[in-house]
């Protein structure tokens, strides 16, 4: 019998398919093979193909764009908003606009082609965790920005256009819609039950244990109780902590450990799938200290989504979270 279950943080109603149940060897995997570029622009030696950086981690010694570098930090060079201008808001009667104010950075996560979060050190991993702090703490200097979107594309399945590790980083004008929602819900949960959602979260499922993947101390690695997607994945900071830009060095260790734990796994347990990782965290200029909590969400891109999702925002999902998070537990990396 199919079941519908309903996420407790949005209140969105997802079908877990049983008729339609798929173990991972059912899934056509679309594995994502890393292919040498040697005309690439993120590769180390090739620091004149991007723009200038805006920050990096480098060797001692070595001077601004050019090679002795372990992260860099560089403008999209096709950016989707631009960071110069004021930001205008205005309509057209019933419509609104405004200018595309904003900032899309690349995180080149290491100066070697072949790496990936999985195969790279777990303290290089963390290294790339603080990057996205770093930069956030510092945008979120500037006014204008409402949200920042951290996020990666894994294989040219999940949208990657080039095989060099990296992530991006978008800064907005406005709060996103998946945001918005999940932000509302974890607010009116809060006004009901006086607790963060997430942490109701944290608390039901490392007692459960059902739907636990693998935990630290300081963190936890879920399958959701009603996903969109098999194999989609949550970690979350077991100590309530709304904005990701607030979290110290020990937070970011554990969270580097149970995320390079996660990608090893699903590289073993479904081939090397393309995925996409994403960190959603509290919004700039919204008091939601008390019941926003941040998190990273990692999804596999195993199904492709069709018209019954586009139609209503109703997602069939062919493999159980308990049943992925058992895939999951039992693989070794
Ligand atoms: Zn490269
Ligand atoms: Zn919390
Ligand atoms: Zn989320």
Known sequence: ???????????????????????????????????????????????????????????????????????????????????EGTLDRQGEGLFDKM???????????????????????????E????????????LKQDRRFRYIIIFKNHGAAA????DHPHSQLIALPIVPREVRDEVDGARSHFERKERCVFCDIVRQETADRRRLIFETADTVAVAPYAPRFPFETWILPKRHQASYEDAQRHDFASLARVL????????????NPPY????????????????????????????KVAGFEWATGFYVNPTSPEEAAQVLCDVRP
């Open 1 to 83: 019998m199919p079941e519908l279950r309903k996420d407790p943080i949005t209140g969105r109603w997802v079908i877990i398919s049983t008729e339609r149940r798929k173990r991972p060897t059912d899934f056509r995997l679309e594995s994502v093979h890393v292919t040498p570029d040697s005309g690439c622009p993120f590769c180390e030696g090739h620091e004149r193909m991007t723009p200038p950086e805006i920050i990096a981690f480098r060797r001692s010694g070595s001077a601004p764009n050019g090679p002795g570098w372990d992260l860099r930090v560089v403008p999209n060079q096709f950016p989707v908003l631009r960071v």
């Open 99 to 125: 200018n595309g104010i904003g900032a899309h950075e690349v995180i080149i996560e290491s100066p070697r082609h072949e790496d990936t979060l999985a195969t790279m050190s777990e303290a290089a991993v």
């Open 260 to 271: 390079t734990e996660i990608l090893r796994r699903m590289n073993r347990a479904l081939r």
């Open 276 to 303: 996409n990782l994403l960190i959603h965290s509290a919004p700039l200029a919204e008091d939601a200290g008390d019941y926003y909590h941040w998190h990273v969400e990692i999804i596999p891109k195993l199904t």
């Open 159 to 162: 949208g990657a256009s080039l």
């Open 127 to 138: 290294q790339v965790l603080w990057a996205f702090r770093e930069r956030v703490r510092d």
